[in-house]
């Protein structure tokens, strides 16, 4: 029988702790290695032409192809120390590629955000490793596995909670999302690769990969539920008054990872896996498009409001950018549709009241990718010209960057019709759950089709608010959305000014305080004045 690991060394070895540098291949492993690769490939040949004239080009090139070396050992890692080396290592190239621009300050504040805000869900990694120490004395999946229907359930509770706080962060779920909109302040490659198949889906890979500890914790379940429910419903009302096409794609990126959240809160891994799979292909497919768009133009904008009429200029970035956002809608025939709408569906063919609700919160999103898909559509390419003469004279389409472009087309039609196939192969890896099989064949058709419907009839009344009927009688709602429901003010006034102004008086009572006189520097002038001390005391015993 082959082996479906491999274990290039032993790596640490004291007492009982065994713990190998090994790597696993199963079904999970090897069906999101394949985006990973197919991504990385195609993003560094899209950067070939995107970076052509940037001085420090090369580097560019090397630190994504470490990128891409490091998720690769995340996804494909026989433990979860393993793991953690691949998943600190894409936070901290991350860093690298988004201030890859570091003359800009927001670029630099940008990849501070993102480093930081991934600390705090790092520091739960670690503290998830260190409780697998000391209960488990292992770190291996398999014995792991093994072990964790004997467990006390408040373990098993506590480590799943830690577990899903460091997929919020790495996966930008609602309250440690804010990093993934400034994150665009990087080149335009380093989106297409970090936020499509790498880095924003580690989290989901781990949470996937830890289904044996989360799917005995009912608790766990309903706040992936919850947490899902509600960051896929703010991103889609944020992502519909944000013009920053970027930031969109972003957003939509986010709501996405909530869709594949939810899977896994109905305990549906296969599909929240499959959903990854097919959602790498169109969301790399959209930031390379979005990049086409930046990149021929001279002032390199990414406000859509200053586009326009762009295709008769720009007919292949079009197409690309068409397919890519009707198969984010979910319309029949393109892989979204075959990945995402099982996912909505199995939430209502759960018929548990956690499954109704949250149902209709992935009804309400879905409805709101199609309107934000559709203002990205007509606002670039069939609004009125916004730009000058001279602009429009030097809009065009490079050839090397529609290679990529094209490969990742014919995956974002073609792969959804392999599903079955896909699914199985997913579920060698994963506890054979079939309820989504239930739900295809029992539901009733209009509830499969009610996403589409609600999604396309509202994306035509958003087209006919703009071309016959715009005004601006929302305009306290879009300024509310426009702001990102103020969520940042929020976090910088209520926790970040109050932990900066409590470390403030941490440092200057405690560290440079307390601890600084009874530390070295107390130490130092005790042993500076003890012989004048001495002396002293001397002079005194010989004068009396």
């Known amino acids: 029988m082959l082996k479906d690991y491999t274990i290039l060394n032993n790596w640490i070895n004291i007492i009982n ?33 995107y970076m052509k004239y940037d001085p420090n080009r090369n580097i560019f090139y090397i630190i994504l192809s470490i990128f891409g070396i490091f998720m690769s050992i995340l996804v494909l890692a026989n433990n979860y120390l393993v793991m953690f080396i691949g998943w600190e290592f894409v936070g901290v190239i991350s860093y690298l590629l ?18 930081l805000l991934n600390r705090f869900g790092d520091t739960m ?26 467990s006390n359930t408040l373990l098993l509770t506590i480590i799943s909670i830690l577990l899903i706080i460091a997929a919020t962060a790495k996966s930008a779920q609602l309250g440690l999302h804010s990093w993934l909109l400034s994150a665009m302040e990087g080149p335009t490659p380093v989106s297409a690769l970090l936020h499509a198949a790498t ?7 781990v949470l996937c990969r830890s289904y044996f500890i989360i799917e005995y914790c009912p608790t766990a379940l309903i706040y992936i539920l919850i947490l899902g429910g509600f960051t896929t419903l703010i991103s889609g009302l944020i992502a519909i008054a944000t013009n920053d096409i970027k930031k969109v794609i972003a957003l939509s990126t986010m709501s996405q990872l909530s869709i594949m959240i939810l899977a896994i809160g109905i305990s549906s891994y296969e599909l929240a896996i499959y959903h990854l799979y097919c959602h790498a292909f169109f969301k790399a497919l959209l930031f390379m498009s979005a990049g086409s768009i930046i990149h021929s133009l001279v ?6 409001r200053v586009y326009g009429s762009l295709i008769n200029y720009l007919p292949f970035t079009y197409s690309s950018m068409l397919i890519a956002s009707l198969s984010l809608m979910a319309i029949p025939g393109l892989s979204g549709y075959y990945s995402k709408d099982i996912i909505i569906e199995s939430l209502y063919g759960s018929y548990t009241l956690s499954g109704y609700l949250i149902y209709y919160l992935a009804l309400t999103s879905a409805t709101l990718t199609s309107i934000y898909s559709i203002r990205v559509i007509y606002l670039t390419f069939y609004n009125n010209p916004k730009i000058n003469k001279y602009s429009y004279n030097t809009i065009h389409e490079s050839y090397i960057m529609m290679i990529p472009m094209l490969i990742l087309i014919i995956y974002s039609i073609f792969i959804g019709y392999k599903r079955d196939n896909i699914i199985n192969q997913i579920m060698l890896g994963l506890p054979n759950n079939n309820v989504w099989i239930e739900t ?7 509830i499969k089709l009610l996403p589409l ?15 016959y009927n715009y005004n601006n009688k929302y305009s306290l709602i879009y300024n509310y959305l426009n702001q990102r429901i103020y969520f940042d003010q929020l976090l910088n006034n209520i926790i970040i000014r109050n932990t900066l102004n409590i470390s403030g008086k941490l440092n200057y009572y405690l560290d440079n305080g307390l601890l600084k ?15 004048y001390f001495i002396f002293i005391n001397l002079l005194v015993l010989l004068i009396l």
Do not use: H
């Not at 988004?98 to 480093?115: E, G, N, P, V, Y």
């Not at 880095?199 to 890979?205: E, L, N, P, S, T």
């Open 17 to 49: 702790i065994n713990i190998d540098y090994s790597f696993i291949y199963d079904g999970l492993s090897t069906i999101v290695i394949v985006p990973v690769g197919i991504i990385t490939l195609c993003v560094l040949f899209y950067a070939q032409d």
């Open 98 to 115: 988004i201030s890859f621009w570091s003359t800009r300050i927001a670029a630099m504040k940008a990849a501070l955000s993102a480093i």
């Open 125 to 150: 990694f670690m503290i998830v490793l260190g409780l697998f120490i000391i209960n488990y004395n292992t770190l291996d999946f398999s014995i792991i596995k093994l072990l964790t229907p004997y």
């Open 199 to 205: 880095m924003v889906c580690a989290g989901i890979y």
């Open 299 to 304: 002032s390199e904008s990414q406000d859509m």
């Open 440 to 446: 295809e064949y029992t539901l009733n058709w209009f």
């Open 453 to 467: 419907i609600l999604g396309l009839s509202l994306s035509i009344y958003i087209i006919w608010m703009y071309e």
């Open 517 to 531: 006189i009874l530390g070295p520097l107390g130490i130092s002038r005790l042993l500076t004045y003890i012989p």
